[in-house]
């Protein structure tokens, strides 16, 4: 059954705004993943968290991965319209980005110019 | 672009059918996984293959079977197609180093099926 609850589940913000967006397990997960999909598109990398507790940049993208190991957050500082698309977390249970990952339902993100 | 492609793009297929999905690593990678998506979800891990061997299994039955070749290329072999088999059906490709530690996964762009 599903193991991560993705919230919020879509967003409609104005373009320059920041975003917040979060994930949360009831299990404890030792890798957390941030990806993007864009519509007819796979999903795309943003940022890896393999550390309780660590807090990662990627430009304008930030996400923490929890002390507990059973959540984290992404924020996307000052959007704009490109940074539209869904955004999934993403886990896996060994210290490492391989094997089995486990999605969130994803949270849709629009951006109005 | 990640270097992973997949085909075909699109493919209707009808209830009871047989289909094969096709997917290319990323030059170095020796690692693949599939994933399905249904529409308005997540992915949802089929299988992995890792030296042309099966080496991980989500929640999928029998029917949904794979292979790897020796360039690192998957198949993706559903058979008994149903309804619910309609989704689009995605590869990732990584590299595991023979110490086990590994790298990204990289997904291609997705095989959309229909089943009607």
Same mark, same amino acid.
């Given at each position: 059954g599903q193991q991560l609850n993705q919230s919020p589940q879509s967003m409609f913000i104005q373009e320059g705004e920041d975003v917040s967006m979060n994930c949360t397990s009831s299990s404890i997960f030792n890798t957390w993943l941030w990806y993007k999909q864009d519509p007819g598109e796979g999903p795309v990398l943003l940022i890896a968290l393999y550390k309780a507790g660590e807090l990662t940049s990627n430009g304008r993208l930030t996400a923490q991965f929890g002390i507990t190991r059973k959540d984290s957050f992404l924020n996307i500082s000052a959007s704009i319209p490109s940074d539209v698309g869904i955004y999934f977390c993403a886990v896996a249970r060994f210290s490492s980005n391989t094997g089995k990952l486990i999605f969130g339902q994803g949270t849709t993100l629009q951006v109005k110019p | 672009e990640t270097g992973v492609t997949q085909s075909p793009t699109h493919l209707i297929k009808t /209830?009871?059918?047989? +289909?094969?999905?096709?997917?290319?690593?990323?030059?170095?990678?020796?690692? +693949?996984?599939?994933?399905?998506?249904?529409?308005?979800?997540?992915?949802?891990?089929?299988?992995?293959?890792?030296?042309?061997?099966?080496?991980? /299994?989500?929640?999928?039955?029998?029917?949904f079977s794979g292979l790897q070749f020796p360039n690192y290329s998957s198949e993706l072999n559903v058979n008994a197609l149903e309804l619910d088999d309609s989704a689009l059906y995605l590869c990732a490709s990584s590299l595991v180093w023979t110490s086990g530690s590994t790298d990204t996964q990289y997904f291609g762009p997705g095989t959309r099926l229909t089943v009607l």
């Open positions: - | /209830r009871g059918q047989q +289909v094969t999905l096709r997917c290319s690593s990323q030059s170095g990678h020796n690692t +693949v996984s599939w994933y399905q998506q249904a529409l308005g979800q997540g992915p949802q891990f089929i299988f992995q293959y890792y030296r042309e061997e099966e080496n991980g /299994r989500g929640n999928f039955p029998p029917r």
